[in-house]
């Protein structure tokens, strides 16, 4: 029954939100490569630039809690779609922008747009996967973010260097156009294939519904740790939560500041945009592989904490080594080795808090922690964005992100418990 109903799932949920947080993904980093002639079109220095591609995540984190606790009121299936809906279009006007200001407000009501996608699906998940097999499935949700970056930057190159002129229109605009139509003719998708709860699938039998039902209880009773917060108020005001978005904080300022301007510290050692497009897509296929490893692992000696600030020491050594070695061949390797640990983080760090949360609780812990974690989607950009104007070099940038990353194993190594998961 167990193999059944999990080959079942897997593959009737995991291809659709997957595609869905591809496209998300892209839609949010897209102006990384839109920047290489964007950037000059329309007057932005790396400052401004860098804010621009972290204030997106100040919208984001402004409505990530109320998102996802109507999405816990209303269903998955209809908050989704609508989410997957004002972010198309928004994504479709950042073709419109002029200058710094239209620039800045176009990403902020993007990440508006966007709030509570992600943490959605992540609360979305614990309704349907035992704990048991929670880091193996979102790491396989969260591999779209190495994969929409490996297939997204050859792919947004090109559309730059194909479309570029055509109708009149630069190449940078017809690249926020073409990737942010997916999202919404997505919409249809999400209201057809996907259900709210397993008791809402006509594809699971009813033993099937009743065999999950059984495995969530029995994970409601069988968390190891000795309080398990319920009450929203509760969990806002629990610090542990907050340390938790610090760690998250981390990793994603990493990602985020890494990936913004990867595609500027790839060109600066003189290739063209379309070479540049299919080099950047290197750090994130070897993303995957750690992504998969880890979450593997994770699941396999039933650990989470080790694997997390493992990970994170990763993304400090590759990061660091990478400023050292400035605008090299190495660089690029040592980059990929950060990518590891920058993707394979998520899933061991992502079946944490709801080892400390349930009910209406884990929605806005969930919330909570990824708000404060897109917090460093701000930060990471910003950071890089300024060191280069000061220094002119991405040195400092990836410096700071490495520190920044270390932090976040201290906290980890003191916050985290060593929580195992039940076998069967």
Not at 280 to 304: A, H, N, Q, V
Request: proline content about 4%; hydrophobic content about 50%.
């Amino acid at each position: 029954m167990e193999k059944q109903v999990m080959r079942k799932l897997f593959f009737r949920l995991t291809p659709i939100l997957m595609i869905l947080y591809v496209i998300s993904y892209l839609d949010r980093v897209n102006v990384s490569f839109a920047a290489l002639t964007m950037n000059k079109d329309i007057g932005l220095d790396a400052y401004t630039y860098g804010l621009g591609a972290g204030i997106f995540f100040a919208g984001y984190c402004i409505f990530e809690i109320p998102s996802n606790l109507v999405l816990a009121r209303v269903g998955a299936r209809r908050w989704i779609a609508r989410i997957l809906f004002t972010w198309g279009i928004i994504a479709c006007a950042m073709a419109l922008v002029q200058g710094a200001t239209s620039f800045l407000v176009m990403r902020f009501l993007l990440g508006v747009a966007e709030a509570g996608f992600f943490p959605g699906v992540i609360l979305y998940l614990t309704y349907w996967f035992p704990a048991r097999y929670r880091a193996r499935i979102i790491s396989r949700f969260m591999i779209s973010i190495p994969v929409s970056l490996a297939i997204g930057a050859p792919v947004s190159t090109w559309i730059m260097d194909t479309f570029n002129g055509t109708l009149g229109y630069a190449g940078w605009q017809w690249l926020y156009v073409i990737e942010g139509l997916p999202a919404v003719l997505a919409v249809i998708a999400v209201l057809k294939m996907l259900p709210d709860r397993p008791a809402d699938a006509a594809w699971l039998n009813a033993d099937e519904k009743r065999w999950i039902e059984k495995e969530l209880e029995q994970d409601q009773e069988n968390i190891a740790v000795e309080k398990r917060e319920s009450g929203v108020l509760k969990v806002l005001s629990n610090p542990v939560i907050w340390l938790f978005g610090f760690i998250y904080f981390a990793n994603t300022g990493s990602n985020l500041g890494l990936s913004m301007f990867l595609p500027q510290i790839i060109k600066q050692q003189g290739f063209s945009v379309t070479q540049t497009g299919f080099i950047s897509s290197i750090p994130y296929i070897t993303g995957c592989l750690g992504m998969l490893l880890l979450g593997y692992s994770s699941d396999r000696f039933k650990e989470r904490k080790w694997h997390v600030i493992a990970a994170l020491l990763m993304i400090t050594i590759g990061l660091g080594t990478a400023g050292l070695l400035g605008s090299t061949v190495g660089a690029i390797v040592a980059i990929s080795f950060a990518t590891i640990g920058i993707m394979g983080c998520k899933g061991p760090f992502w079946p944490l808090p709801s080892t400390y949360l349930s009910g209406a609780g884990a929605a806005a812990g969930i919330a909570l922690i990824n708000s404060l974690g897109n917090l460093g989607g701000f930060a990471g950009p910003y950071m890089v964005g300024w060191a280069k104007q000061v220094t002119n070099s991405f040195s400092g940038g990836l410096y700071a992100l490495a520190l920044l990353t270390f932090a976040g194993a201290v906290v980890a190594f003191f916050t985290v418990k060593t929580v195992k998961t039940r076998k069967n």
